[in-house]
């Protein structure tokens, strides 16, 4: 898959999307980045990229001809024609809809995806409707740019494309994942599934640390035990931290009945 950014500070990218499973992938060959300067498509000796906005306003607000010649640049298909099953045209900004998981799963299928880093300020409205296919936002706050948004978007994204983990299954274990007892034909087991929910709590060596020991029923080697607490923990930690997922997932009879019990041990 390749990723073509869009961006006013090229230099941002030489840190974000050097390491881990990003810098693997790229150099197994799974994922290609390509950073693109927007202000190398203007014609102005200031190399200006924004104005004022029509109406009045606070700010300077991004052009729309040096956007649009920088993505015609690369072959993109007009809006009206682009298959968007193969590429995607996307605009980071605030306004756009909220980047989540099953997103990441969608765009983990395209064959190319062109990021557009928006400011804080704002972009020129054509280029949401006429050039870009999407909007994407990472969260219900404002960033100074899209480029952090960029870097978050690749990784969630490239981390499902075959092969980037090594492991066809690792991203299954993942919070936030869409597999769920619907899609496999059986409950989330003792090491992968999430099912959507947040994931369940890790330990590892030492068994003790400062008196906090290994809940025991992960050292006694009983699966359906090791299954049964993890599924508890993570329907716990999820109501805890984020109770507008449960609503989203399927939950069996098994979990409804965690669920009573966890309601039970707060009162």
């Not at 993505?71 to 009206?80: F, H, M, P, T």
């Not at 870009?132 to 969630?156: F, H, M, P």
């Not at 983990?165 to 087991?189: C, I, N, V, Y």
Request: aromatic share 6%; proline share 5%; charged share 30%.
């Amino acid at each position: 898959m390749k990723f073509e950014i869009i961006t006013i500070f090229p230099d941002f990218f030489r840190g974000p999307l050097e390491h881990g499973i990003v810098r693997r992938a790229r150099e197994a060959g799974i994922i290609e980045i390509k950073v693109h300067d927007l202000r190398a498509f203007t014609k102005d000796r200031h190399k200006t990229v924004d104005d004022r906005p029509f109406g009045g306003g606070e700010g300077m607000v991004f052009k729309p001809e040096p956007l649009f010649e920088c993505v015609e640049s690369l072959g993109v298909a007009a809006k009206e024609k682009r298959d968007t099953e193969r590429e995607s045209v996307a605009l980071l900004s605030a306004q756009g809809s909220l980047f989540q998981q099953p997103v990441a799963e969608q765009l983990s299928k395209l064959e190319r995806m062109v990021l557009i880093c928006g400011r804080y300020e704002g972009v020129d409205e054509r280029v949401a409707e006429h050039l870009a296919d999407r909007e994407l936002c990472i969260g219900d706050y404002v960033l100074s740019g899209g480029e952090l948004a960029a870097a978050v978007v690749i990784d969630a994204v490239a981390r499902l494309i075959p092969g980037a983990l090594g492991h066809e299954d690792s991203s299954r274990q993942e919070s936030f994942s869409s597999l769920s007892r619907t899609d496999k034909g059986d409950a989330p087991d003792s090491t992968c599934g999430s099912g959507g929910l947040l994931d369940y709590p890790h330990y590892t060596r030492p068994a003790e640390f400062r008196g906090w020991g290994v809940p025991e029923p992960l050292m006694n080697g009983n699966h359906e035990a090791i299954r049964q607490w993890r599924r508890k923990k993570a329907l716990e930690k999820t109501l805890r931290n984020r109770p507008d997922l449960v609503g989203r997932v399927w939950l069996s009879a098994d979990d409804k009945r965690l669920i009573a019990e966890i309601e039970r041990d707060r009162k």
